[in-house]
């Protein structure tokens, strides 16, 4: 009989680690709380790319990786993944000049290998005209560049479903309430249509997101909580604006990138950052970021109609290192791993990260138990499975 690992939570992470420990061949039970993907992992801008912003945090071996999974999963998800062409537009004001947007994409094509995802260049002024009312006053150049957009709960519903049918088992509305880490494995309380359940595993994975250091709390022995932050994110789903194209703008007033995404046949518009304090469940968009999106996109769009009806409102949050000096779009963006203090660990919490390299961090919990577990022999290889949307 193989090893039992037991996944904590139903997003992106853990149901990548599910799909990744199935194909390895282990026994697998997701234990989530409420719905598959229904947290941060349906929240999100929706992007699989390398993430243009963090080259200019010098994160250059997190942009390559990326890149290099977006290729990837452009193939084993064409249903669900789609390249589409985004634009930039520099004007007078812009922090960032037309030549860093010319250096900044040339490096992002060549760290996604100069493919045909990576090509990139500069709209004609004479074109400008077709950009869906994107104002030309003090407009200095139009850059394109290409990235790609997934349904991100329909793709986090397929990886599970992927993990299912390697045999992994998926049990809904369980609560885990305790983690009792022993020698020989752990032993998971859950509560499970209103009773109390158990399951012994070998190993268990943390993948509860935002609910991170909530859940080692009720583990023991007690274990160290994860130094990090939670930042707010905000999206607006807009009806009727009108806009066709992708963009990827400077907030006139602060300079943060902002995205306006078609999206669902309609637009999409974030992300705000705001620090976020209190219970993961509660996190709701504030006022101050609707007005903030909205008068940003006005600026731009200034032929926009006066009352933009918001279809949906998504907030996710982000978890991030700690790191007081720096703004949150500075910090690292890597995947944070923690593992009990064993020789033989048993627990490892796997906490932010990014949609896009859910499977490359799966796999590094699979790396990271490996001393721990049995392993037995791989049924699949997660770099080959199809994902298939959910009908
Ligand atoms: C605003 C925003 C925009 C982003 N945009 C992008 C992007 O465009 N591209 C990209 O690559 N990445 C993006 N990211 C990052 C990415 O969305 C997240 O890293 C990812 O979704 C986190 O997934 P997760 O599985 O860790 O957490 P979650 O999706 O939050 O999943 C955690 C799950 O654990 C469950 N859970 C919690 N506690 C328990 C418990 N006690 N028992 C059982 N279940 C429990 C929850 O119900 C939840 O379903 C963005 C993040 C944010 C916040």
Redo the contacts with the bound molecule.
């Keep these: 009989m193989p090893d039992h690992i037991v996944v904590?939570?139903?997003?992106?992470?853990?149901?990548g680690v599910a799909q990744a420990a199935a194909a390895a061949g282990f026994k697998v039970t997701i234990?989530?709380?409420?719905?598959?993907?229904?947290?941060?992992?349906?929240?999100?801008?929706?992007?699989?790319?390398g993430g243009l912003r963090y080259l200019e945090s010098a994160q250059f071996a997190l942009v390559r990786e990326?890149l290099l999974e977006r290729q990837l999963l452009l193939q084993l998800a064409p249903e669900l993944i789609a390249l589409q062409r985004f634009h930039i537009p520099i004007f007078d004001h812009s922090k960032r000049r037309p030549w860093q947007i010319r250096l900044g994409l040339a490096a992002y094509s060549a760290l996604s290998g100069f493919n045909h995802a990576g090509q990139y260049g500069e709209v004609p002024r004479a074109q400008w005209a077709r950009f869906d009312g994107l104002k030309h006053d003090q407009l200095r150049s139009l850059h394109y560049y290409y990235d790609a957009q997934t349904n991100?709960q329909l793709l986090?519903q397929a990886v599970v479903q992927s993990a299912q049918s390697l045999g992994a088992e998926l049990l809904l509305g369980?609560?885990?309430?305790t983690v009792d880490i022993h020698k020989d494995g752990c032993r998971i309380g859950?509560m499970h249509n209103g009773r109390e359940q158990f399951l012994e595993a070998a190993a268990v994975v943390n993948?509860?997101?935002?609910?991170v250091n909530?859940?080692l709390a009720?583990a023991t022995p007690r274990q160290t909580p994860l130094n990090i932050e939670l930042v707010q994110?905000?999206?607006l789903l807009l009806k009727n604006t009108g806009i066709k194209h992708y963009y990827y703008m400077e907030a006139p007033g602060d300079h943060r990138a902002i995205f306006a995404l078609p999206y669902l046949n309609e637009l999409l518009v974030?992300?705000t950052e705001v620090p976020y304090k209190g219970d993961p469940s509660n996190a709701q968009t504030l006022a101050v970021e609707e007005t903030y999106l909205i008068d940003s996109l006005r600026h731009y769009f200034p032929e926009l109609p006066a009352q933009l009806q918001i279809q949906q409102r998504l907030c996710?949050?982000?978890?991030l290192p700690q790191a007081l000096s720096k703004s949150p779009f500075g910090r690292h963006r890597e995947t944070l791993y923690q593992l009990d203090q064993r020789t033989r660990p048993r627990l490892i919490s796997?906490?932010?990260?990014?949609?896009?390299?859910y499977r490359l961090s799966a796999l590094k919990v699979l790396e990271q138990l490996r001393p721990t577990l049995n392993n037995p022999k791989a049924i699949a290889s997660t770099g080959k499975l199809l994902l298939i949307p959910n009908n």
């Design positions: 904590i939570g139903a997003g992106i992470q853990g149901a234990l989530e709380k409420c719905s598959v993907g229904g947290a941060t992992s349906s929240n999100s801008s929706k992007l699989i790319h990326c991100d986090t369980a609560d885990v309430s859950f993948c509860s997101g935002p609910w909530g859940l009720k994110g905000s999206h974030g992300t996710g949050l982000r978890v796997v906490a932010g990260g990014k949609l896009t390299s």
